[in-house]
């Protein structure tokens, strides 16, 4: 089991900067991958980026060059970075854990997303 609890967000203009934070519950190390998602009003919820246990990171077309996904690991705590922050990053974002127990089948966490609002 892993409990993701967020934090960060809220209203930023366009233009700026906003960082959100994850938390897990157990070491990320452990964690096969962690991620952001997000889900604008009336859209389906979609990728954002991503973050293997090894480093490994991927991201949206929309969000390179302008999202940076990072990790602590000594804090379990998985990041996101949002400069030049467009109106149409507007949406929640949820934090996302594939963990895998020894000997058992993945499983997938979320948190409870945070709203970032980016007023024009």
């Known amino acids: 089991q892993v409990q993701l609890v967020e934090s960060g967000g809220g209203l930023v203009q366009a233009g700026g900067s906003s960082r959100l934070s994850c938390a897990a519950s157990?070491?990320?190390?452990?964690?096969?991958?962690m991620a952001w998602y997000r889900q604008a009003p009336g859209k389906q919820r979609e990728l954002v980026t991503s973050?293997?246990?090894?480093?490994?990171?991927n991201y949206a077309d929309s969000v390179k060059g302008r999202f940076t996904i990072s990790r602590d690991d000594a804090k379990n705590t998985v990041y996101l970075q949002m400069n030049s922050l467009k109106p149409e990053d507007t949406a929640v974002y949820y934090c996302?854990?594939?963990?895998?127990?020894?000997?058992?089948?993945?499983?997938?966490?979320w948190g409870q997303g945070t709203q970032v609002p980016v007023s024009s």
């Open positions: 157990r070491s990320i190390l452990s964690i096969d991958v």
């Open positions: 996302y854990a594939r963990y895998r127990p020894l000997g058992a089948t993945p499983g997938d966490y």
């Open positions: 973050i293997t246990k090894v480093g490994s990171t």
